[in-house]
């Protein structure tokens, strides 16, 4: 997100609880950004470490408020891989349709793809630090699109919880045959994270 619209924290809002974005629904609130966290070995004119952190404004009396529209999703452990076949992966947008962009949230089932398709198809762009994901099959085509770039890819986990994999990041078109499309691989990247963050 940040990566591609730049760090200034006056450009942007962070609305939590949001599913309809003309209509104001009981959950929704809006934060304020404190500061983006860009990873520093992002350059502008590649994908590689299209990543950023967002700190929020806000207090012990103005902070997120989780309710049934309103939940955490979990950080993988680094090195965490997702069990590709049978995998329950979906990613979450209100972008470019075809038509126009969503004005309503968008969720899409998404299958993990092997790296060979995203390697055969980008050759060098793709790097170990990214994720292939999208349907091969025609009929079942489904990819993100302009307007889901910094979205979540969620996957499933043993046990019920869902865990942030990806973060969508590139691709050539919206769901073309044979061009996956290619998210950020969030596991890779949790030494930094936890640094930043302290956690």
């Given at each position: 997100m940040a990566t591609r619209y730049g760090n200034s924290t006056k450009n942007y809002i962070v609305r939590v609880g949001d599913y309809h974005t003309l209509v104001s629904e009981e959950y929704e609130e809006s934060f304020e950004v404190k500061r983006i966290i860009i990873h520093n070995g992002y350059k502008p004119d590649a994908n590689d470490y299209d990543i950023a952190l967002v700190k929020l404004e806000g207090n012990q009396e103005h902070c997120i408020k989780f309710n049934v529209h309103v939940l955490p999703v979990c950080l993988p452990h680094r090195r965490e891989r997702i069990q590709k076949r049978g995998s329950n992966c979906?990613?979450?947008?209100?972008?470019?349709?075809?038509?126009?962009?969503?004005?309503?949230?968008?969720?899409?089932?998404?299958?993990?793809?092997?790296?060979?398709?995203?390697?055969?198809?980008?050759?060098?762009?793709?790097?170990?630090?990214?994720?292939?994901?999208?349907?091969?099959?025609?009929?079942?085509?489904?990819?993100?699109?302009?307007?889901?770039?910094?979205?979540?890819?969620?996957?499933?986990?043993?046990?019920?919880?869902?865990?942030?994999?990806?973060?969508?990041?590139?691709?050539?078109?919206?769901?073309?045959?044979?061009?996956?499309?290619?998210?950020?691989?969030?596991?890779?990247?949790?030494?930094?994270?936890?640094?930043?963050?302290?956690?």
């Open positions: 979906y990613i979450t947008g209100w972008g470019d349709t075809g038509r126009a962009y969503s004005k309503t949230l968008q969720q899409a089932a998404i299958p993990l793809l092997p790296k060979r398709h995203c390697e055969e198809r980008y050759k060098q762009r793709f790097t170990g630090r990214m994720l292939c994901a999208g349907n091969l099959l025609d009929h079942k085509r489904v990819d993100s699109c302009q307007g889901d770039s910094g979205g979540p890819l969620m996957c499933e986990r043993a046990g019920g919880h869902w865990v942030v994999f990806g973060v969508t990041s590139w691709g050539h078109g919206c769901g073309v045959k044979d061009t996956p499309g290619v998210y950020t691989k969030v596991s890779t990247f949790m030494p930094w994270i936890k640094r930043v963050t302290k956690l």
